[in-house]
C-alpha cells in the first residue's frame, strides 16, 4: 500500500463488526446480508467493499455523494436519504493512479433465483438445468449483466474472479442459496467474452480452491483453462426437414453405415495447426458424402486439457473444445451434415473424469461428483476418477450434458464411452479393491439406473435419436427397453464379434482352418442385441497396428484381406462402422498429432479400397436385404458355416421382398466350381466381388449369367457352381 493512500485513511476506534471482518477476510456466505442498501437501527446505509479504490461515490438524485471510508479498511459506507437512491445505483470507483470507474452495483440485485427449479435440481429432475447454473447474459430491471450460478455446498465461500475485478476473490462474493448448495451472484455489466473463475472457499479445511465453471460453454485453449462468459447463440439453422424425418425413421430397419473421426487429426493446415470447424465441414461433408456412409460420429468434442486423451477426459461437458474454433462453428458443421442427409453422433463420456485442478475434482473441497472412498471413486487404470451416480444433483448434471447437445447442437446420437466400466464395481480392480453393492454384488446399482434414467428421458424428449453404447462385456439386455428390463440404448458396440473377427484375419490363410469357429460363433448371439460392428480408432493404435498392418501375406495378400475384411463386415448382419483412414487403408497406425496419410490415394491399391468401402456402402444403403433386418434371424441364414477345410463362408441376407447371396474365400487359393446352394432357379449375378480389378483385385469373376441347376445343397432345391476369387468375397443377386 502506498504512504499517501495510508495518509488518507483513519485508523478504526474500535474494531469491526464480526460480519464486516467476515467480508474482509472473504468467508461470509451471504453478503447480501452486509453490502447494498442496509437498514440499521436509526438509517439507511449503502455499504460497498472495493478493495484497491481510494474514493468512492454514489449517484444520488441530487449528483455524486461521497461514500466514508471505514478506518484504515476497503469498507465505505454512504449514509443519507434512501428516496435519493436508484433501485440499482451507480457507484463510482476513484483510484489512487486517476483512474476512475463506473459500475452498477451487484450488491443492488438480491438473488432471485426459481426455488422450484432449484427443488428440482436436488431433487434429480432437472434435466436441462445448464439453462439455470453456469452464466448466463441477463436483463433485470432494464439493466443488461451476467448472472451465475455455480453448487458448491460444502463450501464457506464462492467468489467470482475474473478480469473484470483483476482475479482478486474479496471483489464479488456470492450469495448463498440456502440449502440448495447454490451460490448465486448477478453481476451487471457487457462482460461478453471475459474470462472467469470461481474461487471457492472449502468451510471445514478453508482451503482454496480456483475452479473453471462446469456449466461453461466456452473455455479457454489449452494449456489455459479459466471459463468464457457467452451470449446465446446467433447461429440460424437450416435442417427443420431433416429433424422432422429423423423423428419418423424407422431406425431399426434403416441403414447406418458411421464413419468415425478425430477432428484434430484427420486433416490440418499445412503448418499441421488444427482446421476450424467449418473448415473441416467444407472438406469433410462432401468427402463422406462421396464415400457413401450415412452417419459420422465424432470422437469427443466436449472440452479437454489433454490431447493425448484425445477427448476422452473432458473438464468442459457443455463445452465444444476451442481447438477448433467456436460452438457455432461447431453448429455450421452440423447443420451442414444434415443438409447433405448425414447424421452426426457424438462421443460422450459419463463414465469417468480427469483430477486435474482446474476441474470437477473435489470441486469445493470435497468429494463432490465423484466418490470419496478410492475403491468406488477413480479408476486405477485411468488415473481418472468416477462419477457419483447416487448424488441427484451428479445425475443431473451429467443428463443435462447429455440434452444440451441434442438440444442445442442438434446431434442426432450419443455413443457412451466405456459403459462397462460404470456398470461394474469390480471393474479392472483387484479383489480387495472394491466394494460390493448393498446385497453383495459386483452390478453397480446406481450407474444402472442413472442410465435407465437417460435412455428413457432422451428417447422419450427426442424420438429417433440414437444412443448407442461401448460396453465390453456379455451384460445382458443392454440394448432392450427399459420397460423389458433393458438398459434401454438402442444400439451397443459388438466387442465380441470385432475381437474375434480382427483375431482370425491376422492369421496366416494356412492357419485360418482351425480357427474357422471365430467367424462362426458370433451368430449364435448377434441377434441378442442391436448390434453396431466396429472396427474404431482403438483397433489401430498403441501398437495394435493399422487395418492393412494387421494383415499376412505380401503387399497384394495385405490389401485382399483388408477388402475380403470389409467384404465380411458389411455383409453380416448389425450396423456398421469404420474409423478415419481405414477407408484408404491407411499403412500407419493412427497418430492423433498429425492428419491422415492422404498421399496414399495417389497409389491404386489404396484407392482400390476406398473405392470399394464406396461401393460397399452403396450397396449397403440401396438393398434391404443387407440393412432391414440387422438385429432379427429372419434377416440371416447359413447356406454353409461348416467349411473349415477350405476357409469358405457362405449365408444368405434377407429382406421382405428380396435376398443377396454371399460367399466369401477366406485363403488366397482360387476354388473352382464351388457349388453354392440357393432358394430360387433362374440366373444369378455378381453385384459386387472384392477381387475386382477396380479395387485392386486378380478379377477372378463369374459374371452376371450365373444359372441355377436342379441340384439340391447347402438344404436348397438349386444350386450354383461358382470360381471363388482368392481372398474374395462375393455378392450375388436373382436377375429379375
Given amino acids: 500500500m502506498s504512504q499517501q493512500l495510508k495518509k488518507i485513511r483513519p485508523t478504526l476506534s474500535k474494531p469491526l463488526p464480526e460480519p464486516l471482518q467476515r467480508i474482509i477476510e472473504a468467508r461470509h456466505h451471504n453478503p447480501f ?25 454514489i449517484e444520488t438524485e441530487n449528483g455524486l455523494s461521497p461514500f466514508t471510508r471505514l478506518g484504515n479498511t476497503d469498507f465505505f459506507e454512504w449514509r443519507g436519504d434512501a428516496q435519493q437512491l436508484n433501485k440499482h445505483p451507480a457507484l463510482i470507483q476513484k483510484n489512487i493512479n486517476g483512474a476512475d470507474k463506473r459500475f452498477i452495483d451487484p450488491y443492488s440485485f438480491p ?133 422432422m424425418e429423423r423423428e419418423r425413421r424407422q431406425w431399426l430397419h434403416s441403414p447406418a453405415s458411421i464413419y468415425e473421426l478425430h477432428l484434430g487429426s484427420w486433416q490440418r493446415d499445412g503448418n499441421n495447426n488444427f482446421l476450424n470447424y467449418r473448415d473441416i465441414a467444407d472438406r469433410l461433408v462432401p468427402y463422406v458424402q462421396s464415400l457413401g456412409f450415412n452417419y459420422i460420429q465424432l470422437m469427443p468434442v466436449c472440452e479437454y486439457p489433454y490431447d493425448g486423451s484425445w477427448g476422452y477426459q473432458v473438464t468442459g461437458y457443455f463445452a465444444p473444445t476451442s481447438r477448433h474454433g467456436s460452438a457455432d462453428d461447431l453448429r455450421y458443421l452440423i447443420d451442414l451434415c444434415h443438409q447433405h442427409h448425414l447424421g452426426v453422433l457424438l462421443d460422450w463420456v459419463p463414465a469417468h473424469f480427469p483430477k486435474d485442478a482446474h476441474g470437477l475434482a473435489r470441486f469445493d473441497g470435497s468429494a463432490l461428483y465423484e466418490h470419496e472412498d478410492p475403491k468406488r471413486g477413480e479408476h486405477r487404470d485411468w488415473g481418472t476418477l468416477i462419477f457419483n451416480y447416487g448424488r441427484n444433483e451428479v445425475k ?197 498429432n498429425q492428419a491422415l496419410d492422404w498421399h496414399l490415394l495417389d497409389y491404386s491399391l489404396h484407392q482400390g479400397v476406398k473405392t470399394l468401402v464406396t461401393d460397399l456402402n452403396k450397396l449397403y444403403l440401396s438393398e434391404p436385404a443387407l440393412h432391414q433386418y440387422d438385429f432379427n434371424e429372419k434377416g440371416f441364414h447359413w447356406l454353409d458355416c461348416h467349411d473349415s477345410t477350405q476357409s469358405v463362408l457362405s449365408y444368405l441376407r434377407y429382406s421382405d421382398d428380396d435376398l443377396i447371396i454371399v460367399v466369401l474365400n477366406f485363403t488366397p487359393v482360387v476354388r473352382h466350381q ?63
Avoid at 541 to 560: C, N, T, Y
Wanted: aromatic residues 14%; contains cysteine.
Fill in 674 to 736: 464351388y457349388r453354392v446352394g440357393v432358394p430360387k432357379p433362374g440366373h444369378y449375378r455378381e453385384i459386387l466381388n472384392t477381387d475386382s480389378v477396380y479395387y485392386g483385385g486378380s478379377d477372378i469373376s463369374n459374371g452376371t449369367q450365373i444359372k441355377a441347376e436342379k441340384i439340391k445343397t447347402m438344404g436348397q432345391e438349386f444350386s450354383i457352381s461358382l470360381s471363388l476369387p482368392p481372398l474374395g468375397c462375393i455378392l450375388l443377386k436373382l436377375n429379375v
Fill in 111 to 243: 438473488p432471485k433465483v426459481d426455488h422450484q427449479q432449484l427443488n428440482q435440481f436436488n431433487s434429480g429432475s432437472h434435466w436441462h438445468c445448464y439453462r439455470l447454473l453456469g452464466n448466463h447474459q441477463r436483463i433485470i430491471d432494464n439493466t443488461p449483466g451476467v448472472e451465475f450460478l455455480v453448487w458448491a455446498p460444502n463450501a464457506e465461500r464462492v467468489s467470482i474472479v475474473g478480469d473484470f475485478n483483476h482475479w482478486d476473490g474479496r471483489a464479488n462474493p456470492m450469495a448463498n442459496c440456502g440449502d440448495s448448495g447454490v451460490w448465486f451472484l448477478f453481476i451487471p455489466g457487457d462482460l461478453n467474452q471475459q474470462l472467469y473463475k470461481y474461487e471457492i472457499r472449502n468451510r471445514d479445511s478453508s482451503n482454496i480452491h480456483i475452479k473453471s465453471d462446469p456449466y461453461a460453454k466456452q473455455y479457454q485453449m489449452r494449456p489455459d483453462t479459466a471459463s468464457i462468459i457467452t451470449g446465446p447463440s446467433e447461429f440460424n439453422w437450416s435442417d427443420q426437414s431433416w429433424l
Fill in 33 to 57: 446480508d452486509i453490502l447494498g442498501l442496509q437498514k440499521d437501527a436509526t438509517s439507511y446505509v449503502y455499504r460497498a467493499y472495493k478493495p484497491g479504490a481510494w474514493q468512492l461515490f
Fill in 396 to 592: 443431473n448434471f451429467l443428463l443435462s450434458s447429455a440434452f444440451y447437445w441434442l438440444d442445442e447442437f442438434h446431434i442426432d446420437g450419443l455413443r457412451v464411452d466405456a459403459v462397462a466400466s460404470m456398470l461394474y464395481l469390480n471393474y479392472s480392480r483387484e479383489d480387495g479393491d472394491w466394494t460390493p453393492n448393498i446385497y453383495g454384488g459386483k452390478e453397480n446399482l446406481e450407474a444402472m439406473d442413472f442410465i435407465r434414467e437417460a435412455n428413457t428421458v432422451l428417447h422419450q424428449y427426442h424420438p429417433g435419436v440414437l444412443t448407442i453404447a461401448e460396453e465390453s462385456t456379455s451384460w445382458p439386455m443392454v440394448s432392450h427397453p427399459v420397460y423389458l428390463g433393458g438398459l434401454g440404448f438402442s444400439m451397443k458396440w459388438n466387442m465380441g464379434w470385432m475381437n474375434d473377427t480382427l483375431s482370425y484375419i491376422a492369421n496366416d490363410p494356412i492357419y485360418r482352418q482351425f480357427n474357422h469357429d471365430k467367424l462362426t460363433f458370433g451368430l449364435l448371439y448377434a441377434f441378442t442385441e442391436n448390434f453396431v460392428l466396429p472396427f474404431s480408432h482403438d483397433e489401430v493404435v498403441h501398437g495394435k497396428r493399422s487395418i492393412l498392418g494387421k494383415m499376412p501375406g505380401d503387399e497384394w495378400q495385405r490389401f485382399a484381406n483388408v477388402r475380403l475384411l470389409y467384404g465380411y463386415q458389411f455383409t453380416q448382419p448389425g450396423k456398421k462402422l469404420l474409423f478415419m483412414g481405414c477407408e484408404f487403408a491407411q499403412g500407419e497406425e493412427w497418430n492423433f
